[in-house]
Structures are given as C-alpha cells and as structure tokens.
T-cell receptor
Framework: SQTIHQWPATLVQPVGSPLSLECTVEGTSNPNLYWYRQAAGRGLQLLFYSVGIGQISSEVPQNLSASRPQDRQFILSSKKLLLSDSGFYLC??????????FGQGTRLTVV | GESVGLHLPTLSVQEGDNSIINCAYSNSASDYFIWYKQESGKGPQFIIDIRSNMDKRQGQRVTVLLNKTVKHLSLQIAATQPGDSAVYFCAENIPSNTGKLIFGQGTTLQVKP
C-alpha cells in the first residue's frame, strides 16, 4: 500500500534561518506531488506542484522554493525565513484522476 | 476558486442530528469531486468522492450530492457524532495534466453532546 511521510512534525525557527522540509512517498511510482500551506483557521493554499523529477511549478510568488531530486521525494526550502512563512505545511501525492493523499503536516513557527 | 484567505464558516449541530455541509465549485468542466475531513493538527483525510457522471453517492453514514446545473456539492452526515467534529473541505478536479485539485474554503463542524 502507499504511504506518505512528512517531517518534522513541528519546527520552530528564527527569522532569517534556512528551512528544509522533506516529504517521501512509498508504494507508487511517478506520482504528482504537491506542497500546500494552511494558515490557522484558513483553507489550503497550493504552493508548488511537480509532475516529475526536476519539474517544479510555483503557484504563488514567495520566499520558498521546492525541489524533487528523486521520483518520490519532494523538498520545500527557504534560504531565509520570514515571520509570514509560519503556518501548517502539507505534502500530498496524487496519481491519475483519483483522490490526493496528504501527509500529517509540519507546523512551522518562525520567531 | 481557492478561498484560502477567508475564515472558515462554522456549522454547529447536536449529536445525533444530521449534518449538511455545502460547497460551491468554480468550474463547469470539473469532472471529479472529493470531500476531505481535517482534524486539528492533522492532514486532510479522504471521506468520499463522486464523478461528474453521477449525482449521488453513498458511503457509511455519509452521502455526497452533486448538482452540476448550479455547480453545487453537498456532504450529508447521518447521526452526527462528536468524532465528526473537524474541518471539512470539498475539492474539484479540473481536467489537466497537472492533477491539481482546487479546494473550497472549508467548513468547521462542531458537534454538541
């Protein structure tokens, strides 16, 4: 069966520090991968998606970047965090016209 | 389209009552729809889905209704339980090679014991 792992679960980082959040998927090949951000009490905002290795599309201009170095690995990064980067980050995968599967999320607090 | 900047509306129901959560979707070309449940501090979990060639689908205690004429989707939860308290999101698939799902703003369901 397919599983998605996302870590860390929580992270507190100072302003100006770098960020790296990792997401890996098991049990499937060539999935579409997605990074979402969710502010407290708000909806899901799509940040990046990838349809293949090295292929990244950005949905909104921001301080973050994404990479897909392997088929089932998706990384969200920042060189210098801003206070406004705080939020709940969700990784998801999807294959074909079926449901998307989400990781458990990373709660990022920038202080 | 996405409504990520809006505070989520809240539906408050008594335990044992039926709940109806509504969603308006954006694109008449959308061919697949999903309802997700998100508990506090967790990722969204799949509840039920429906394809555009259907207008109703039933699961265990949940029913999804699709009205393509007015681009409306609803989730009905029978005999609502305290464990149903969560945020519920609808999502639509607009056919493309990206596989992006467009999420609705979400509704918070509060179940009173």
């Amino acid at each position: 069966s397919q599983t998605i792992h996302q870590w860390p679960a929580t992270l507190v980082q100072p302003v100006g520090s770098p960020l790296s959040l990792e997401c890996t998927v098991e049990g499937t090949s060539n999935p579409n991968l997605y990074w979402y951000r969710q502010a407290a009490g708000r909806g899901l905002q799509l940040l990046f998606y990838s349809v293949g290795i090295g292929q990244i599309s950005s949905e909104v201009p921001q301080n973050l970047s994404a990479s897909r170095p392997q088929d089932r690995q998706f990384i969200l990064s920042s060189k210098k965090l801003l206070l406004s980067d705080s939020g709940f980050y969700l990784c998801a995968w999807r294959q074909g016209n079926t449901e998307a599967f989400f990781g458990q999320g990373t709660r990022l607090t920038v202080v | 389209g996405e409504s990520v900047g809006l505070h989520l509306p809240t539906l408050s129901v008594q335990e044992g009552d039926n709940s109806i959560i509504n969603c308006a979707y954006s694109n008449s070309a959308s061919d697949y729809f999903i309802w997700y449940k998100q508990e506090s501090g967790k990722g969204p979990q799949f509840i039920i889905d429906i394809r555009s060639n259907m207008d109703k689908r039933q699961g265990q205690r949940v029913t999804v209704l699709l009205n393509k004429t007015v681009k409306h989707l609803s989730l009905q939860i029978a005999a609502t339980q305290p464990g149903d308290s969560a945020v519920y999101f609808c999502a639509e698939n607009i056919p493309s090679n990206t596989g992006k799902l467009i999420f609705g703003q979400g509704t918070t369901l509060q179940v009173k014991p």
